[in-house]
């Protein structure tokens, strides 16, 4: 009787056993059902990160015609219960000549600064542009992974991850109303005026965290930049008596030529000062001595300041043809210190120019975002959604260190 009691005791006690592993494997614990909570929320602001960052590449941005994303963007933010002001910038960017007066009211140019709470005055600026280089290029998803389009990685791509990352915090409690501000900004792409004009706002923070591709690396510097237009005033006249005027282009060639062959100086850390001869245009027909002809220069500078680039460049040219008109307005800087002391990141330094320099203040300033510079200003740019769900996160770690200081 007292063995028939204990087999039936030992019986009972495993299939106790098994229905408790049975139980345990089919009913989550608190831990995993909070996990799985966790990826269903991630899947869900996945989903409205890459809707955000499509309707913001879908919107054509080139300089000076920034007024509709910029709307879009003022208007998504207020309806996701931030404070947004529009500060007016110059109708007419930097380099480029003013638009027609019927035209003034469509090329209606603003930055957005916005804040969660009744005062912008926070501890951390998070910032980069919305205007893109031309020509535009639509909005095309590929292999349901790869998002293409102009902006798509320089610098939409930032925009979207730091919005939706401080929207994550804000949600999760880390941040609170003074924390965090954004603002971004027009015209980076031609010499900054929208960063310029941001300095009239009169406001200061801790740290600034700016939005460019950095292939979601850390940048610790940056190369200067000068940008220039240089033109010639000829005479026109028929290309078959070509004594009875003198062509522009004639007078322009020399002169870019041996801009081009300039020795600049390098650094260790930045490489070699590079020159780029971007745009050219002269005359108006094969048949017509050319009247006007101008070229727009940038040069990337590894090492000195622009100051003594720009005194190389007038120098070299007075020796071929004084008469050439020079336009240095867009200005300039040398090379940039970056901050990349927060851990966990692989750092970088970048060939391009910023808003860096353009904002005034004594603040921290990190550069980091999705995408490669490679692809940006090209026919093919284009990023990953992970590289946007990677640079959310990226976000979020350098809004939390900055904040920890």
């Known amino acids: 009787m007292l063995s028939t009691l204990s087999l039936w005791y030992q019986t009972w006690l495993f299939l106790s056993f098994q229905l408790l592993l049975f139980a345990s494997a089919d009913t989550p614990s608190g831990q995993q059902q909070q996990q799985q909570r966790l990826n269903q929320e991630d899947h869900v602001h996945s989903g409205k ?9 879908k919107s054509e941005s080139i300089t000076g015609n920034e007024n509709a994303v910029g709307r879009y963007l003022a208007d998504y933010l207020s309806g996701h219960n931030f404070t947004v002001k529009k500060q007016s910038v110059s109708s ?32 951390v600026l998070v910032s980069s542009h919305i205007d893109t280089v031309p020509p535009f290029w639509p909005y095309e998803v590929r292999n349901s992974t790869e998002i293409w389009g102009r902006g798509s990685v320089d610098a939409k791509g930032c925009v979207a991850a730091q919005i939706t990352a401080v929207q994550e915090l804000l949600r999760a409690g880390e941040i609170r109303p003074g924390d965090v501000a954004f ?8 010499g900054g005026d929208g960063m310029r004009t941001a300095n009239e706002l009169d406001l200061s923070w ?5 939005g460019e591709p950095t292939d979601l690396k850390l940048a610790s510097g940056h190369k200067g930049n000068l940008g220039f237009r240089i033109t010639a005033e000829g005479k026109a006249g028929h290309s078959g008596y070509p004594w009875l005027g003198e062509s522009a282009n004639s007078m322009l060639i020399p002169a870019l030529a041996a801009i081009d062959k300039l020795e ?22 094969a048949n017509v001595i050319a009247e006007t002809a101008s070229a727009q ?54 060939n391009y120019g910023t808003d860096i320099p353009n904002l005034a203040g004594h603040h921290k300033r990190y550069l980091y975002g999705p995408g490669s ?3 940006a200003h090209s026919d093919h740019e284009h990023l990953t959604v992970d590289d946007l769900l990677a640079a959310v996160d990226g976000y979020k770690r350098l809004i939390r260190a900055a904040l920890a200081r």
Do not use: C, W
């Open 206 to 210: 801790e740290a600034a965290i700016f």
């Open 49 to 57: 990160l890459v809707e955000l960052h499509r309707n913001l590449v």
């Open 373 to 375: 510079i490679l692809v």
């Open 183 to 190: 603002l971004f900004v027009v015209g980076e792409e031609t």
């Open 297 to 350: 220069v940038a040069i990337r500078l590894a090492a000195g300041t622009a100051d003594d680039a720009k005194q190389t460049v007038l120098d070299a040219i007075a020796q071929i043809d004084k008469r050439l008109q020079f336009d240095f307005s867009s200005g300039g800087y040398g090379p940039v210190y970056i901050d990349s002391d927060v851990e966990g990141f692989d750092t970088i330094v970048v």
């Open 92 to 123: 007419s960017p930097t380099g480029q000549p003013a638009p027609p007066a019927h035209d003034v009211a469509k090329a209606e140019r603003f930055n957005v600064l916005a804040y969660s709470g009744p005062s912008p005055k926070s501890r």
């Open 264 to 285: 600049l100086p390098s650094s260790e850390k930045y490489g070699n000062t590079t020159i780029n001869i971007g745009r050219m245009e002269g005359g108006v027909a």
